[in-house]
Structure formats: structure tokens, C-alpha cells
């Protein structure tokens, strides 16, 4: 059936400025494959259909030994990736490689390992299509096109305003139509795993903002489906790709605050130790990026319950994501994850009454300040210089050391003179009730 009749009745709002383009930019490179169906070809031109997409098919020559995610070259499928979408000023790429007789898609996206709160597509998250359906395109249905559609959508991370205002709106009503879709399935069951876990992965980048109890049940029980059909998923990073979304999926829930909150915490944390299991330091962004996610939440744990040994894996995790995330390769996220680090230091230094914790604090602090530099910076470079002097400010009150208390009336200053030549008068307000309390251990 042709693209466009699956998505009939699905509504978006077009722009003027890109509405003949298509409001997704993809681009399809050409096939790891060993046949001569040319099926990234085929495959771009069934994308073509799709209204929603500006389509690019990329036949360029280089070698895509990186294809194979059993080796250890991830790096080169990260850049080469990144080069792609800089040159062809691409939302997403799309990777095509024959696997046993089938062909693996994989989505990638610009920023797709870069640091933050919001839902995380890996480029490990697979999706298998049998070989034989790009001898003949029509084999492919209606509803794995607009499954195809949603993990497009969902992967990636709006930018304009057209795809932020309709992102939400499309995967809600591509997941009432998959929903509704009642048509006998022709693909076997060995490919039913890595089509439950990307269904499962778009209800629930459609959902997140308002997940329901149902909702949860319903994105559980498809990864969970997944996971009951293991004999089919080859290789670990599958099982990981799974259990990543089964961590995100309770890590939503826990935010949202849906019932159980506690409960959703823990569970969520313990699918992430699942996923850092199989997404190993081999596949060091996802593993990186799972030890981010462990670190925020085993430090709600820890408010949760006072429970000393997740302040501490707090800090572990955190310091995983630290390798991982370097100042040469992720700049911007190194710097977030030193000042998390930091502030990470100073509880545990606190609750241990560790003078060489705090120590590790201020270092934390000072590295971010690497590339928040005064010059550049201003703000977040007094920023840290408050935080750094609240530390001193801390370990003088702990060891009633006058020489802590100088350490920080040095940094408050520092922070104070920087917040007067940007004229931040809220700020100049809240250095100066700090330097007030310093003043009444010194005087």
C-alpha cells in the first residue's frame, strides 16, 4: 500500500517557509547489503510518500564496517553519522545493513548522545525488515510504514517550529491509527521483538507528557513482549536497546508521578543497571549516557531514604558518565556533568564530613569553569565561584576554621564583582547576604 494512504486522515499545520519540502529532513545512506536490490534506494522512495518528509538518498562510497555493532569502531559510525546531517543539513540518517537475511535499520540524529532530561533514542535501538520486501515494496504494510513514520518523528528532537508544534500531535494519532489497525500480519515472529520495542518506544515519546496509568501498562507489557521472545534477539545490545526503554519508560512515570512513584524509582533504576549490562563501555555513549540517568536517579533515591550507599552510586555513575563524556569530544556536556559532579561531592562531603570529598567538589567546579571561562562567561563563571565559596563556606562552619571561612569570602567577592559589571542586581543581592553570614565567623 502506498505511503501516503497510510496517512491519510493524520493532520499537521504546514508552513509557508517549508510546506513543499516536507516538514522532516531524512536521509537515507545506501545499504550494507549483499544483493542487488539497492535497498536503501527502494526504501528512500517509499519515505518519498510520505508528506511529512523531505527526502535525500545518500549513494556515497565509504567504508560502513561500523554497520557491524559486534565491532568496537562506534565512533566512526557517531561521526560519520553527524558529517552526513551537517552536510545535508539532515534531521535524521537512516542506516540500512543485511543481518542473516534481513535488513537492520538504525536512526540517527543530530545530538543524539548529548546530556539532557528529555527521552533518549540510541542508535542501537534496531528495527528488522525482511530482505525479500524490498524485491517488492508494496510488501510493506500500511502499519509498519506508519511505525517506520513514528520512529522518525519521535527520534527527532524538534528544532523548528513547525516540528514542535506538530511532534506531539503526529505520534498521538499515529499511535491511535497503529492502535486501530485490525489487518492480518504477514512477518514472522523473529522480527516481533524489535517491532514491539520501537512500538513501544513511540507510545511512549507520544505519551510522555502525560502518561497515563494505562499508558504505562500498555508501553510495559509491548517491551516486556519483547523480552519474552529473547530467542530471536542475537546479539546483547538488543536486550539492551529493551531494558534502556523499560528504565525510561518507569524513569517517565516516576516524573509524572504517577501512582507507586517510589516503586517506579526503583524499578526504573534496576532496568537501567540491566542496560548498562549489555551496553557495556564497547558502546560507550549509551553506556555514558545510562550512567547520567543512574546518577539523577539514584541521588532522588537517596533524598527519598537518606540512604548513604546511593549518595555514593550517585557519584559512582556520575563518574562512569565522566569518562565516557569527554572535554574533547562533548564539551558542553562535560562541563553539566562536572558541575552535577560537584554539586553530587558536596552532599556526600556534607553527610560524610569529609574534608578531601569537598576537596573533589571544588575540583569538579573548577573544571567546569574550563569551559565557563570568565572572559567568555561571565554569569556562569560567578555562578560557580558562589557555589565554590559556599563550599569553603561549609567545611569553615564543619571544621570552625577561620582560614575556610577566608577561602570562601575570596570566591563570594570573586562571584560579586562579576554579577556588578554584568549589573545582575538579584544576584549582587544574594552574594552580599552571603558574604554577611562569613562576616559573622570572622569579625
Request: glycine share 4%; hydrophobic share 35%; aromatic share 14%.
Amino acid at each position: 500500500m502506498p505511503l501516503d494512504e497510510s496517512f491519510k486522515n493524520i493532520s499537521y499545520v504546514n508552513s509557508s517557509s517549508r510546506e513543499s519540502l516536507g516538514m522532516f529532513r531524512v536521509t537515507v545512506v545506501a545499504f550494507e547489503d549483499r544483493c542487488n536490490l539497492n535497498c536503501g534506494l527502494r526504501f528512500a522512495e517509499l519515505l518519498k510518500q510520505n508528506p511529512l518528509f523531505n527526502v535525500y538518498f545518500l549513494n556515497e562510497a565509504f567504508p560502513k564496517g561500523f554497520l557491524n555493532l559486534q565491532g568496537r569502531n562506534f565512533f566512526d559510525f557517531i561521526d560519520q553519522g553527524s558529517r552526513i546531517m551537517e552536510t545535508n543539513h539532515s534531521d535524521i540518517v537512516i542506516w540500512g545493513y543485511e543481518e542473516n537475511g534481513k535488513i537492520r535499520l538504525n536512526f540517527q540524529t543530530a545530538n543524539q548522545y548529548i546530556i539532557s532530561d528529555d527521552l533518549h533514542f540510541s542508535l542501537l535501538d534496531s528495527l528488522f525488515v525482511p530482505l525479500n520486501y524490498f524485491s517488492n515494496p508494496e510488501s510493506f504494510s500500511a502499519s509498519l510504514m506508519l511505525l517506520i513514520s513514528g520512529i522518525i518523528i519521535a527520534s527527532v528532537n524538534p528544532v523548528t517550529n513547525e516540528q514542535k508544534q506538530n511532534k506531539p500531535k503526529l505520534l498521538k494519532q499515529i499511535i491511535k491509527k497503529l492502535a486501530e489497525d485490525t489487518s492480518p500480519k504477514d512477518m514472522s515472529r523473529e522480527f516481533m521483538p524489535f517491532i514491539m520495542n520501537m512500538l513501544g518506544k513511540v507510545y511512549l515519546a507520544g505519551t510522555k507528557d502525560n502518561l497515563s496509568e494505562d499508558d504505562a501498562e500498555i508501553i510495559e507489557s509491548l517491551l516486556s513482549g519483547a523480552l519474552k521472545n529473547e530467542q530471536y534477539m542475537r546479539l546483547p545490545i538488543y536486550f539492551g536497546s529493551v531494558y534502556n526503554n523499560l528504565g525510561q519508560l518507569h524513569e517517565v512515570a516516576f516524573r509524572q508521578e504517577c501512582k507507586d512513584g517510589s516503586e517506579h524509582l526503583k524499578t526504573a533504576i534496576k532496568y537501567y543497571r540491566e542496560a548498562q549490562k549489555y551496553h557495556n563501555r564497547n558502546y560507550p555513549y549509551d553506556y555514558g549516557f545510562i550512567s547520567y540517568r543512574l546518577a539523577i536517579l539514584y541521588f532522588e533515591f537517596w533524598k527519598q531514604t537518606g540512604d548513604l550507599q546511593a549518595l555514593r552510586d550517585t557519584v559512582s555513575q556520575m563518574r562512569e558518565a565522566e569518562k565516557m563524556y569527554t572535554i574533547s569530544q562533548f564539551p558542553t556536556s562535560w562541563s553539566y556533568i562536572e558541575g552535577m559532579l560537584g554539586y553530587y561531592l558536596t552532599c556526600l562531603g556534607m553527610e560524610t564530613q569529609s574534608n578531601d570529598i569537598m576537596q573533589l567538589a571544588i575540583n569538579s567546579y573548577h573544571n567546569k569553569q574550563k569551559i565557563y571561562d570568565q572572559m567568555r562567561y561571565p554569569q556562569e563563571w560567578a555562578a560557580i565561584q558562589d557555589e565554590i565559596g559556599n563550599i569553603y563556606y561549609l567545611l569553615g562552619k564543619q571544621n570552625n576554621d577561620d582560614n575556610f571561612m577566608y577561602e570562601a569570602r575570596n570566591y563570594f567577592n570573586s562571584a560579586l564583582e562579576a554579577y556588578k559589571k554584568v549589573k545582575n542586581k538579584k544576584a549582587i543581592q544574594e552574594i552580599k547576604q552571603r558574604l554577611d553570614k562569613v562576616k559573622n565567623y570572622i569579625a
